[in-house]
């Protein structure tokens, strides 16, 4: 069970029927944005964010990300990214 910190929309606001309820709880993560960025930048900045990863491959540039950017991984949850040679 996890404990419910965040809900989008906030209480309180309408929404149509069958609408999405983004909710974050106690130990989840906003994903960054990694497309593009060196391979070291990347893994430097999850780490400090304590997000787990896995890395398919260790070229120079991320190409891309199992988690889009601005969605939540849950805590326990891991971030599978990809590398490319070139920008």
């Not at 906030?10 to 906003?30: C, V």
């Not at 070229?59 to 849950?74: A, D, M, P, R, T």
């Amino acid at each position: 069970y996890h404990i419910v910190t965040d809900q989008y929309p906030s209480k309180g606001n309408m929404i149509e029927k069958d609408s999405i309820i983004e909710l974050k709880s106690e130990g989840d993560i906003q994903v960054p944005n990694l497309i593009n960025m060196d391979i070291d930048e990347a893994l430097k900045l999850l780490e400090d964010n304590n997000i787990e990863y896995e890395l398919k491959n260790k070229n120079k540039y991320i190409e891309s990300q199992s988690v889009n950017s601005g969605e939540i991984l849950n805590k326990g949850s891991k971030l599978v990214i990809t590398a490319k040679e070139k920008k």
